[in-house]
C-alpha cells in the first residue's frame, strides 16, 4: 500500500513514520525548505524521543521518503493525508484553514487515480465537505472520497501514542454526501496492524470525527482547568492537591490522567482548540459555557503566574539572577508555542531581573521568542542555579527532579525556590532550608 502525507511538522512526520513502520510506503511533501533539507540528509528537525531511529530505519527500509513535489508524491497514493499546521486566525480564534485549503487544492491538482484525502490536521466541522468542494471545483473529472482521521498523539510520546493508541477515530462521507465502503476500506486496510492488537477503530460521519477532536482536548483541558482551581482552593484552606488528585481521580468515573496542577495549559493545541471550539459553538447557536469558562481560568492563571513568583522574591525582582529551569510547555519536547516560560520570563526581565535559563532541548526555539537581552542561556540545570537569588521550574523535565535540594542550596546564593510544577517535597525543600514555594501544597 502506497499514501502520502502533505506536511512533515510534529504530527505528520511521526503519523508518516509510524504508518511506514506498519509496511506502508509513505511519501512526505514538505514545503519548509530547512524542514525538508533536514529530512533528507536524515536529520530529524524535531525533538521527539525514537523518532530518529524509526525515521532512519524506514528510509533505509525503502518505504519513507521526502520531497517538495506533491505530483509526485500523490502518484499511485491510495490515501493522501493532510497533516498541515491549522494555527489560530489573527484576532478571532478561529481555525486559520489557509494551510488547509492550498494543500487540498495542490492535492487535487496532482491527482491521478481514485483516493481518499483524509485530514489529519485539527479541523472545525465542516471542513472535510469544503475541501470536497474545493477538489470537486479544481479537478470535475477527479474520482475522491473525503474522510477526517484526527490525530490524538502527545509530543513527547507521540510514537507510542500512535502506535499503541486508545482509540482512533475515521469520519467518512454518507452515501448521500458522495461516499462509499471504499475509503473505509483503505483506511481499515492501513489501520490493520492497529486492529492486530485490539485498538478500538471508531467509524463515524465526517462531522462527528471532526468534533470529537476538539471535544477531546477541550474536555482534557477543562480537567486541568479544574484541578488548578483545586490547588488554588488548596492553598486557601491548606489542602494538598496531590492528595485531591489522587483522591478524585482513583474514581474510575474521573480518572487519574490530566490532574497536574501547574502553571496552566500551553502548547500547541489546547489554547488554540478550546479557542476555536467557542467558536464553532457560536457560529452554531449553540452554548460552549464550560469551555469559556476553561480559557478564562487559563488565562487568568497564565497571568497570575507573574505575580506569584515577584511575590515569592519579596516583591522585586530588580538586580537578582532568577533561575529558570525548563523553557517548552511540556517535558521531552523542544515545542516553545504557546509556553507559559513566555511570558513569565518577559515580565521578570521587564522587572529587572538577570535570567540564568536552562531547557534540555528548547533553547534553540526559545531564543527568538524569549527577550533578546536579560537572559543567558546556560549548560545545564546546575549551571542555571549558580550564584542565583531565586529558582524557578516551568517544565518537569526528569533531569530536574534529580537535583537534590541539598544541592541546590549548594549552589544558590538565595534560598528562594518556586516550583510550578511540584516536582519536590515540601518536606526535604524545608530541611535543606529553602524557602519553597509550590502550586497548591502545604509549604
Ligand atoms: P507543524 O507546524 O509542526 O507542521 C506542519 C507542517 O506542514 C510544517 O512543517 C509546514 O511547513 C508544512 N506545510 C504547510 N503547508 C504545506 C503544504 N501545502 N505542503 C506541504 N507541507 C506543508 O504542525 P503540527 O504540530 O504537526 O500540527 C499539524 C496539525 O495537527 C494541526 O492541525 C494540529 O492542531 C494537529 N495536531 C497536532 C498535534 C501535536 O502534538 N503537535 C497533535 C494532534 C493534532
Ligand atoms: C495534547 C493532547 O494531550 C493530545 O491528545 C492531542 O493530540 C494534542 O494536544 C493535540 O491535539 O495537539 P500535547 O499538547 O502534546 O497533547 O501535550 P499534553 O501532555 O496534553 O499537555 C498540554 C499542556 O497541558 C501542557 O502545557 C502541560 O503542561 C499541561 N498539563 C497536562 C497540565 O498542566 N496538567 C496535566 O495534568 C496535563
Not at 533505509?60 to 494555527?87: K, N
Request: aromatic letters at 6%; hydrophobic letters at 45%; charged letters at 25%.
Amino acid at each position: 500500500m502506497r499514501i502520502a502525507m502533505i506536511g512533515g511538522g510534529y504530527v505528520g512526520l511521526v503519523s508518516a513514520a509510524c504508518f511506514a513502520e506498519f509496511g506502508t510506503e509513505v511519501a512526505v511533501v514538505e514545503t519548509n525548505p530547512h524542514r525538508l533539507a533536514a529530512l533528507q540528509e536524515g536529520r530529524i528537525p524535531i525533538y521527539e524521543p525514537g523518532l530518529d531511529k524509526l525515521v532512519a530505519d524506514n528510509i533505509e527500509a525503502g518505504r519513507l521518503s521526502f520531497g517538495a513535489d506533491i505530483a509526485a508524491a500523490v502518484r499511485g497514493a491510495e490515501a493522501i493525508f493532510i497533516a498541515v499546521g491549522t494555527p489560530p486566525r489573527n484576532g478571532d480564534g478561529h481555525a486559520d484553514l489557509t494551510y488547509v485549503f492550498a494543500a487540498a487544492e495542490q492535492v487535487a491538482r496532482a491527482m491521478d487515480r481514485f483516493a481518499v484525502i483524509v485530514t489529519k490536521s485539527t479541523v472545525p466541522v465542516g471542513t472535510g465537505r469544503r475541501i470536497a468542494e474545493i477538489v470537486r471545483h479544481a479537478r470535475p473529472d477527479l474520482d475522491f472520497e473525503v474522510a477526517s482521521n484526527p490525530e490524538f498523539l502527545r509530543e513527547g510520546s507521540a510514537i507510542g501514542d500512535f502506535m499503541r493508541p486508545d482509540r482512533v477515530v475515521i469520519g467518512t462521507q454518507t452515501e448521500r454526501a458522495g461516499g462509499s465502503e471504499r475509503s473505509q476500506e483503505i483506511l481499515r486496510r492501513l489501520y490493520r496492524p492497529l486492529y492486530l492488537i485490539e485498538a478500538p477503530i471508531l467509524f463515524t460521519s465526517l462531522e462527528s470525527a471532526e468534533l470529537i477532536k476538539y471535544a477531546a482536548n477541550s474536555f482534557l483541558a477543562m480537567k486541568i482547568s479544574f484541578i488548578n482551581e483545586m490547588a488554588d482552593l488548596c492553598e486557601r484552606v491548606g489542602a494538598d492537591v496531590h492528595d485531591i488528585a489522587r483522591g478524585i481521580g482513583l474514581d474510575g468515573r474521573i480518572g487519574r490522567k490530566f490532574l497536574h496542577a501547574g502553571p496552566g495549559f500551553g502548547g500547541s493545541c489546547f489554547p488554540k482548540d478550546t479557542l476555536a471550539l467557542m467558536r464553532i459553538a457560536q457560529e452554531a447557536g449553540a452554548s460552549s459555557r464550560l469551555v469559556e469558562a476553561t480559557v478564562q481560568v487559563n488565562d487568568a492563571r497564565k497571568a497570575s503566574m507573574g505575580a506569584r513568583i515577584m511575590s515569592a522574591c519579596g516583591g522585586s525582582v530588580r538586580g537578582k539572577v532568577v533561575a529558570v529551569l525548563g523553557l517548552t510547555f511540556k517535558p521531552e519536547t523542544d515545542d516553545m508555542r504557546d509556553a507559559p516560560s513566555i511570558p513569565i520570563i518577559h515580565r521578570l526581565v521587564e522587572n529587572g531581573a538577570s535570567v540564568r535559563a536552562f531547557d534540555p532541548a528548547g533553547m534553540d526555539a526559545a531564543r527568538p521568542v524569549l527577550p533578546s537581552q536579560g537572559v543567558c542561556y546556560c549548560e545545564d540545570a546546575p549551571d542555571a542555579a549558580d550564584g542565583a537569588d531565586a529558582l524557578i521550574v516551568l517544565t518537569e523535565w526528569n533531569e530536574f527532579r534529580a537535583i537534590s535540594p541539598r544541592r541546590l542550596r549548594e549552589l544558590m546564593r538565595g534560598d528562594v525556590v518556586i516550583d510550578l510544577r511540584n516536582i519536590w517535597e515540601p518536606d526535604a525543600m524545608a530541611d535543606a532550608g529553602m524557602r519553597y514555594s509550590s502550586i497548591g501544597r502545604p509549604d
